[in-house]
């Protein structure tokens, strides 16, 4: 196949930058986050159709079918209307908001009585860890509106809430994938693995990769105590709400639909470059070039990536990549979308956190996965 970068290459290219840097440059851009990255997986889609159908051959010679779902068709506009509801997102954000808006005070007050016998930090330990490893079986969306409404009724300033939710996404991100229940990416990685030679079953991820996940999730809990440390010596006895009403409750449900679409819409209008130029790259660098996966959807790039012709180092690496650098900036998981738009926080906020943390998790799986021979199995 040749790779020479074709005009719609550079497009593409273009767009994944000014999505990158765009909500740290322009302050219109980031308080439209959602709006912003509906137009740019607008272009994303619209752009990728104008590739010449030679092109599209050559890429997809062994799949023909192909072809014709590239740029703008039938089946990516109802995947993108209708799958933010149909896996739940949306619903469980409005229908979580309600029950949140209404049983608050309590939430509150039990809060406070727990905070009497048991260290707060103790308490944000155990919610990093616990949130991080059962968002395989709640699912990732549920335990993320489970983390932004104990963080609100927690005595922290907003500083460290943002610190403490920004950790707990990423304990959320990595434990939500060792089962196919808790997020799109487990589901479409057993999906893909579930024939010969792997014949994935329910518990194949867990068995592969809880080695990486539980260590990470506790060691995310411990990070997350030592970020609480001065400001909860601070803060008052109960934390206030900011200012919500029930019209906000219905507002965030249209911002995160908004934004899983947007999400959906760059995914399938990034396909073409995402299967020309990563199908072959080794998976030492497909690591590192997974970072991507901070601003598009990973369930997006793991049906592009994974096959079952990988070795398992191989697709634990994949797997590895997309879920840690999920965790560096909003759009990169849904996790991260559902609190950021529930604690009102900004792209660079959160950056200044996810960025480096993302980064020094990524350095430290990376020589985990390649270069330290410890691959323990379980067996469930």
């Given at each position: 196949m040749a790779l020479q970068p074709t005009p719609v290459d550079i497009g593409l290219f273009a767009i994944v930058l000014i999505v990158l840097v765009g909500p740290f440059m322009v302050r219109k851009i980031e308080h439209n986050l959602e709006a912003f990255l509906f137009v740019m997986g607008v272009l994303a889609v619209t752009l990728s159709g104008f590739e010449s159908k030679e092109v599209l051959e050559q890429i997809y010679i062994n799949n023909p079918e192909a072809v014709e779902k590239i740029g703008w068709h039938m089946e990516l506009v109802m995947e993108a209307i209708k799958e933010p509801i149909i896996k739940g997102i949306v619903p469980a954000v409005l229908v979580a908001g309600l029950l949140f808006h209404y049983g608050r005070t309590t939430a509150q007050r039990a809060m406070a009585r727990i905070l009497e016998v048991v260290p707060l930090k103790v308490i944000v330990f155990l919610m990093v860890v616990i949130?991080?490893?059962?968002?395989?079986?709640?699912?990732?969306i549920i335990a993320s509106l489970l983390l932004v409404e104990l963080v609100n009724c927690m005595p922290l300033d907003r500083k460290t809430k943002i610190n403490v939710v920004i950790i707990a996404c990423f304990s959320i991100g990595l434990g939500a994938v060792l089962t196919p229940v808790g997020e799109p990416l487990s589901t479409i990685?057993?999906?893909?693995?579930q024939g010969p030679p792997y014949n994935a079953g329910f518990f194949f991820l867990f068995n592969r990769l809880a080695v990486y996940i539980i260590p990470g999730c506790l060691a995310m809990g411990l990070l997350a105590m030592f970020f609480t440390g001065k400001a909860a010596k601070e803060a008052c006895a109960v934390a206030a709400e900011e200012g919500a009403g029930l019209r906000d409750v219905f507002v965030r449900a249209l911002k995160v639909y908004i934004f899983v679409m947007a999400l959906l819409l760059l995914g399938g209008g990034m396909k073409t470059v995402i299967d020309k130029y990563l199908l072959t790259v080794?998976?030492?660098i497909l690591?590192?070039?997974n970072m991507i996966s901070a601003i598009l959807d990973n369930a997006t790039l793991t049906a592009a990536e994974l096959s079952p012709s990988m070795d398992i180092v191989q697709i634990q690496a994949v797997l590895m990549g997309l879920l840690i650098s999920g965790g560096m900036l909003i759009p990169g998981n849904i996790p991260n979308i559902i609190s950021a738009g529930k604690l009102n926080i900004t792209s660079k906020e959160w950056a200044k956190l996810g960025v480096p943390l993302g980064l020094i998790l990524m350095v430290l799986y990376f020589i985990w996965v390649f270069y330290i021979p410890f691959h323990i199995e379980f067996h469930l």
């Open positions: 949130l991080g490893l059962s968002s395989s079986i709640i699912t990732a990685a057993i999906t893909k693995l080794p998976p030492q690591y590192w070039v």
